[in-house]
């Protein structure tokens, strides 16, 4: 009988090699066993992967669905905030002005043109806020400030009414400055440097798209800046001294105030239902994608019985190997002489 012999060495590598598959097939096993999904898709899947990508590919695009909503829904909660306080700087401020306007007296009159332009310089701050780094109202130019300085505003106001010496025409100055269109050297000019483009449509699910549309140079917040910023004139001796005249200048701000911080309720309804669109499209984008990657599990999924089978049969053949191993490395050969 011939016998073929392995040198030691040979022998010594053949058991490392045994070794580390057995530890290889052990580790992908124990994974399998904990997260119940087979590693080697290809083979679960016996090579027909159609389906399986078609729920892969739903299961990203239901992702990037869920990223846009959750950017939305963080722009859209910064710009609700910020209009309520806006209102709230003004809801009530408006009867103050009125009153202080009718009163006459001086000493009123200058606290609340005071008050005014404080108010003016906190809302022309608050369009200036941002929502992780965007200008929430810039329009599509989010890069941008949409508002330049209060003081800026101010001083380019001054200028419209300089030498005008009527509360009337200072009034319809300011006005016709607050409401002149870009390219007329007014408000959407020398205050307003955001785009001209409201924001576009942000799509959240496959068929929702809600829209964070509302600029600086709305006519509702122009509005509200408009009626502080006679305040704020008188404030800062930009108009003639006359008692009278800032009497009925601070009585017009709070008219205009008052009648800019209701239509406010508007614009904060608006974007209320942009919130609760966003918030119902998340809602429904996570819904479904627990319904596909429940699917998608199933098409990969490792039978339990079978993997632990498996395992312990692996556990049993490395033990065995150690042994061997162990054996084998204490026979010495003055053992067989």
Known sequence: ??????????????????????????????????????????????????????????????????????????????????????????????????????????????????????????????????????????????????????????????????????????????????AAPAGSGGYGDLAYQGSASPLAPQRVSETVAVAADITAADTRLRDVLQGLALSALVAKDMVPAEAALRSRMLETAGQQVLSASSALTGARAEVGVAEEATAAAKTRNGAERTSLETARLGMVAADPYETSTALKAVQTQLETLYALTSRLSGMHLTDYL
């Open 1 to 178: 009988m011939a016998y073929v012999s392995i040198g030691d060495m040979a022998q010594s590598f053949r058991f490392r090699q045994h070794n580390q598959q057995l530890k290889t097939t052990l580790a992908r096993l124990t994974d399998e066993l904990a997260s119940g999904v087979q590693q080697d898709v290809g083979a679960a899947l016996k090579g027909e992967f159609t389906g399986y990508s078609a729920l892969v590919a739903s299961i990203a695009r239901l992702d990037a669905y869920d990223t846009s909503a959750s950017v939305t829904g963080t722009f859209l909660s910064v710009m609700q905030t910020t209009l309520g306080t806006i209102q709230d700087q003004t809801a009530e401020f408006g009867t103050t002005l009125i009153s202080a306007g009718q009163n006459g007296d001086s000493a009123a009159l200058a606290a609340a043109a005071r008050d005014g332009a404080q108010r003016f310089a906190a809302v022309a701050g608050a369009l200036n806020t941002q929502a992780a780094g965007r200008y929430v109202f810039a329009g599509m130019d989010t890069a941008t400030r949409p508002l330049a300085d209060p003081d800026q505003i101010l001083t380019a106001l001054s200028t419209a009414v300089s030498g005008l010496s009527t509360a009337d025409e200072i009034i319809t100055a300011v006005n016709d400055w607050f």
